[in-house]
Structure formats: C-alpha cells, structure tokens
C-alpha cells in the first residue's frame, strides 16, 4: 500500500490554524441544535460535576459538588459551563485552563516547525494546565529547550520531557508498518506520545507474528505491539429526527443514517452538506431526506468498497436541493462579516486537549480527551465497508459517540466566551467510527480539505447550521 504521509501539509496548516476561533454571539449552535431537550437527573449530573472537576482540577469532594448541584444552594454563585454547575472561583480556573490548552497547540506547532530530528511530542495536562513537550538526546537538546520556552506565553506551565526517538524517526516506523497492516493482521497503528513508541494493534497476537512486525522496523523498541480489542464499527444506523442543521440526522432513501457536518457553497451558488463518506452508497446520487422530505442527493463521496488505496479522510458531499432547509450560520473571518475559506479554520488538537463531538444520535454535545493523532485503522470489510479499507491521519479521542453520529463536527477549544459574548471554538474534523473496546475516531479536518480539494470540490465558505 504506497501512500504519501501527509505530515508536511499538516505542519503547514498549523500556523494557518492556531489563531482562527469562530464566535457565535448570543448562540450556542451546536448544544442548541438537540431535537429533544432531556431532563437529566440528578445522580447524572453528580456524576458529570465528579468528571469535569476532576478533569480540570477542581474541588471534587462530596460535600462541594453535592452543594452545587442542589437548586437555590449556591445559585448566585454559580455559572453553568457544558452543563456543569461551577462557582465564579471555578469558573475562573476553567478559563484559564483553556488558555493553557491553546499555549499547547501554539507551542505544539512551534516546537514541530523549528525543531524537526529533535522534537518528539507534546501532550497537555488538563488537571494542572501544563504543556509537556518531548525532546529527542541530542547534543542541543538545552538550547531547543530555551527556545521553545522562550515562545510560550505561559513559561511556568512547560514541562520537557527527554525520551528515546524524534517524531520524525517514529513517523519512519509508523510509515513501515501502516504499509503492511493487512500482511499482518494489524487493525490500527498509531503514536502513543505518552510512550514515545508506534503502538501497533494486531488480530493475531501470537509470538511469531509480534516478532515478525517488530522486525519489520530499525530498532523494535520502537514498537509497542498489543492484541487488538474488540470489534470495529463505522457510526452510521437507521435512525430518524426531525431536523436539518449541523450536528443533526440526515436518511439515504436506503434507510442508512448519518449526521449534518459542515455547509458550504459552491461558486455556482449550490449548497452543499459535507458528512461523512461511508454514509452513502458507491457513485451513488441516491436522495437525502430529513426526515422523509427529500432535502438533496449525493454528489460525491471517496468511499470505496470495490477496492483502492488507503483514505486520509472519510468524506462525502450531498448537494442541497430544496429551500426547505435551516439556514446556516456564517463561519467568520476575523472581522466577524465574511466567509473564511475552508481550510483557514481548524484547530490543531494535541494529546490530552479535550475535543468536542455532536452527533445526532448521541443528540447532545460530548466531550473527551484526545488519546492519539496521524492514527491509521482498518475497518475491516464484509458489512462494515465492503473490503479491507484502512482509513489514516484519524484523530482518536473518549468523547462519547454511537451509530448514527458518523459526519458530525469535532470541535476544539468550546466555551462561551464573555470578551465576545458568545461561543467560540475551532473546528476539528468529523466523526467516522469506533471500536468496542471504546476507542472513537474522527476524520481530521485537514486530510478532508485536501480530499475535497483533490476531488475537484471547491466552496466558499464553512458554515454550521443554527
């Protein structure tokens, strides 16, 4: 399977990306979209206060989360921040900690660009704000150190790290070892910063196909080879709702159901839905309904399950063809009036980053932290796609997703901010699929842009629905 790695485009896009925030005054585009508004009950939101205060840091005693939890005990007190109570103390500290979440993706960016055979990795600690950056032993490794510290806008929240390999000399395994995946049995392979290692993913974890992948590589300490767990699934069902915005159900008239991505325009005027490409059929220009109004048909999609390469993004175009649709919020540019081109909008997520995913079957907003980037999983064949068809550059993350969410935006850096009056964030990519064992899977927004891009697919703009 000969495949070009896509990393320089990524590192280009990084410095186009890192300072694009959308804002939304007034509105919350994505959380508002639900069809259905749930009450949720009391030991539910016990249970969310618990994970989103231990997740930034916060006071998680009993006594503390009982008392904002319970109506009228500490409601002057409180703000309510992705449905979690918070006082104004705590309120203060979750702010700071998404700007210490975005000094990692700056420094994430920096450090990759200026410091290629030394740079290893980066991941961001939520509980206490800090950027750990991971330094290949080299001979210059202190003054690359001072270097990077010199660019961060928060110096006492950098922690470095010296560990065995660069990133460039994993991306050499990683490459070794995607281009025999199904040789081997393996279903997915990716970086695991935390380990500074390739870990593989393998169906056949006997001795002597583990020794034979770790000899495919210079140094088989590179690798971490584990038994795969699980099955995998693609995020599609047949499942209907009632309306049409992003985030929301879309139907093929086989009854195969997805979720609204991206809105964008052609030059010609004609508007399009980006949503995943596995949602729709080969060459198919099958209608959309939503629920049972026909809303559009397929234009183009880069499934395959005849047989092909490797995909660096699973994505599909539907054209709109009825006025009897939500309209779509603009995606800004800076001055807050015009459309920004596509691909000058998304956000670079790094390891320990919380992501943000709305999918319509889910029909609420999750969030979860990013456990890997660059990941390459086979999904298998038979129902699932058709063939052994292996999907790259996937970001895997825990928010919580099911069948049905597939093509819904992935959001990074999610918050009502005050300075703007409303919501800003950066968008990520969209959702593909999962595996049992736990481990979800988004297309990253880049890899989709230059799929589109490729195709011959141009647009004006990025929108969301309202």
Sequence with gaps: MNKKLRIPTLALSFALLSSSVISFPG?????????????????????????????YGMDTSTAHIEKAIE???????????MGTPLTKDERKLYDKRMEQ????????EYSRKSNKGTYAGTYFDSKNGS?????????????????????????ENVVFEEVSFSEDELLSAFKIIEDVMSQYKIRSVGINVYHNKVEVETMDYSD?????????????????VKAAQGSVRLDDDETAYPTQVSGEKIVNNDGIACTAGFFGYTSQGDKLLIT????????????????????????WRNWNQNGGPALTADVGVIKI???????????????????????????????????????AKTGALTQGVVVSV?????????????????????????????????????????????????????????????????????????????????????????????
């Design 131 to 155: 950027t750990h950056i991971q330094l290949a032993k080299k001979n210059d490794v202190e003054n690359v150190k001072s270097m990077i510290k010199s660019n961060a806008k928060l110096p």
């Design 374 to 466: 660059l990941k390459t999983v086979d999904f298998g064949g038979g129902e699932v796609c058709g063939g052994n068809w292996n999907i790259s550059n996937l970001i895997q993350h825990m928010a919580a997703q099911q069948q049905g969410d597939s093509g819904g935006p992935v959001l990074l850096n999610y918050q009502w901010t005050p300075a703007k009056n409303g919501y800003t964030f950066q968008p990520v990519g969209m959702v593909t699929g999962q595996t049992t064992g736990g481990n979800k899977y988004a297309s990253y927004l880049p890899e989709i842009i230059g799929v589109l891009s490729n195709a011959g697919i141009n647009y004006s703009g990025l929108y969301l629905g309202p």
């Design 71 to 81: 109506p009228g005990v500490l409601s002057d007190e409180l703000e309510v921040v």
């Design 276 to 299: 995943a490409g596995h949602c729709g059929g080969i060459g198919s220009t099958q209608a959309v309904k939503q629920p049972t109004a026909t809303i559009g048909n397929w234009l």
């Design 27 to 55: 509105l919350d585009p994505i959380a508002s979209a639900a069809p259905i508004a749930k009450k949720v009950d009391k030991n539910t939101l016990r249970e969310n206060a618990q994970k989103f205060r231990e997740k």
């Design 208 to 224: 002597k196909n583990i020794a034979q992948i770790k000899s495919l590589v210079p140094i088989s300490e590179m690798l971490e």
């Design 321 to 359: 063809n009825t006025s009897n649709i939500a309209a779509a919020v603009p995606y800004p540019n800076g001055n807050g009036s015009n459309l920004t081109p596509f691909n000058g909008a998304a956000g670079a997520p790094t390891i320990g980053q919380t992501i943000y995913v709305r999918g």
């Design 101 to 108: 979440s975005q000094q990692a993706s700056d420094l994430q």
